[in-house]
T-cell receptor
Framework: GAVVSQHPSRVICKSGTSVKIECRSL??????MFWYRQFPKQSLMLMAT?????????EQGVEKDKFLINHASLTLSTLTVTSAHPEDSSFYIC??????????FGPGTRLTVT | AQSVSQHNHHVILSEAASLELGCNYS??????LFWYVQYPGQHLQLLLK??????LVKGIKGFEAEFIKSKFSFNLRKPSVQWSDTAEYFC????????????FGTGTRLQVTL
C-alpha cells in the first residue's frame, strides 16, 4: 500500500497563531487526499477532501477560512489551521488513495493550542 | 447520508478468548466495507476490506469479517485473541461511487489481558 508521512508529528502553538501541517504521499500519485480530525477516544471525522490543482471540498460545519488546504502537487497536501484556539487542539490525520477504495493513513499530527 | 454504528465501545478479553466486534451501517446503495486498526501510538492500518464476492473476508493477523447484506452488518471476528491485539478498531464504509468518502464508526477499544 501507499506510504504516507505527516510533518510535524507534534506541535504546540499559542492561541491566535497559525500552524501548517504537511501530508506527503511517498509512493502514490494522489490527486485526492483526505483530512480527518480525531478527538480523544473518538472516531475520525472527515474535515475536507483535498484536490490537486483545485479547491478543497469541505464537510458541513468545517470552516474553510480557518482550515486552509493546499494541494499543489500529486505528493503534497497542506492543512493550515489559522488563528488557532484551544478548541482546535486535536489529532489531525491525512489519508491518500483512490476514492471509493481503501485509504492509506498518515501517522497523524497532534496539535495542542495553549 | 451513510452512517456506521459500532455497539461495543470497550471490550476486555483474556488471551485466547474469541472476539466478535459488531458493525452496522446504513446506506441504500452498493458499499465497500473496511476494518481498520489503530495500535497505541501508531497510525491506522487496514485489517481487511470487502468490495464484492465472497462475503466472508479474511484479513491480516487472523482476523476475518462477514458481510451480511440483509442485516447491513460487517462484524469482525478472531477465534483466539492475543495480548498484541490490544488496540482501537474502526469499522468504515463508503459507497460504490467514485465521489464517496469514508465514514467511520465510533471505534471499539479492545483490551486483551494476559
Amino acid at each position: 500500500g501507499a506510504v504516507v508521512s505527516q510533518h510535524p508529528s507534534r506541535v504546540i502553538c499559542k492561541s491566535g497563531t497559525s500552524v501548517k501541517i504537511e501530508c506527503r504521499s511517498l509512493d502514490f500519485q494522489a490527486t485526492t487526499m483526505f483530512w480527518y480530525r480525531q478527538f480523544p477516544k473518538q472516531s475520525l471525522m472527515l474535515m475536507a477532501t483535498s484536490n490537486e490543482g483545485s479547491k478543497a471540498t469541505y464537510e458541513q460545519g468545517v470552516e474553510k477560512d480557518k482550515f486552509l488546504i493546499n494541494h499543489a502537487s500529486l505528493t503534497l497536501s497542506t492543512l493550515t489551521v489559522t488563528s488557532a484556539h484551544p478548541e482546535d487542539s486535536s489529532f489531525y490525520i491525512c489519508s491518500v488513495g483512490p476514492p471509493s477504495y481503501e485509504q492509506y493513513f498518515g501517522p497523524g499530527t497532534r496539535l495542542t493550542v495553549t | 447520508a451513510q452512517s456506521v454504528s459500532q455497539h461495543n465501545h470497550h471490550v476486555i478479553l483474556s488471551e485466547a478468548a474469541s472476539l466478535e466486534l459488531g458493525c452496522n451501517y446504513s446506506y441504500g446503495g452498493t458499499v465497500n466495507l473496511f476494518w481498520y486498526v489503530q495500535y497505541p501510538g501508531q497510525h491506522l492500518q487496514l485489517l481487511l476490506k470487502y468490495f464484492s464476492g465472497d462475503p466472508l473476508v479474511k484479513g491480516i493477523k487472523g482476523f476475518e469479517a462477514e458481510f451480511i447484506k440483509s442485516k447491513f452488518s460487517f462484524n469482525l471476528r478472531k477465534p483466539s485473541v492475543q495480548w498484541s491485539d490490544t488496540a482501537e478498531y474502526f469499522c468504515a464504509v463508503n459507497g460504490g461511487d467514485t465521489a464517496s468518502k469514508l465514514t467511520f464508526g465510533t471505534g471499539t477499544r479492545l483490551q486483551v489481558t494476559l
